[in-house]
């Protein structure tokens, strides 16, 4: 797999700003990935969340479906999912803190984008500590349920702004 990822953008968030827009997507590449470092919110529990872009414009209609797997440090998981949303929910619906190590780490595969023809789908997988200080994993994956072209992604929390965190864009090589 060496060399098939070649990066397009990155963006390392050292103060609080709003949110994080990925642009870049093309028909360059069929599939992309988005990796998510050390990615913490201002505000203590708090979910955090991605929308898909249009000229660079973050898509808020109702039309983002989601389902994921959140597995939990005491052995205990669960099934979150949402209909007709306005977002998609990057750490799986569980509220994220603010406290020192309380960040979260994760991988989004992104296909169709660049096809007007078809759904954005996602798919994701991560971890993080929580607001009470919980280790969680989860996966799943999301569909964006209009038939349009995106060319990026944006990053936010659901309340308060973001921290701090490293933000990459990748293409992967037909």
Request: aromatic letters at 12%; charged letters at 15%.
């Amino acid at each position: 797999m060496a060399g098939s990822l070649i990066k397009i953008q990155e963006t390392t968030v050292s103060s609080s700003t709003a949110s994080v827009t990925l642009t870049g997507i093309d028909s360059t590449f069929d599939v992309y990935k988005v990796v998510l470092s050390d990615v913490q919110g201002t505000s203590d529990s708090v979910s955090f969340k991605e929308r898909f872009t249009v000229s660079g414009t973050a898509q808020s209609t109702s039309n983002y479906d989601y389902a994921a797997k959140t597995i939990r440090d005491t052995g205990s998981f669960s099934n979150n999912s949402a209909t007709n949303g306005t977002e998609l929910f990057v750490n799986t619906q569980t509220a994220m803190g603010t406290g020192t190590g309380e960040t979260l780490q994760g991988v989004r595969y992104l296909f169709n984008f660049n096809n007007a023809s078809e759904y954005s789908f996602c798919t994701m997988e991560m971890v993080f500590l929580d607001f009470d200080v919980s280790a969680r994993g989860g996966q799943g994956g999301g569909v964006y349920t209009v038939a349009e072209a995106h060319d990026g992604v944006n990053y936010f929390f659901a309340s308060g702004n973001i921290a701090s965190g490293t933000f990459t864009l990748y293409g992967l090589k037909k």
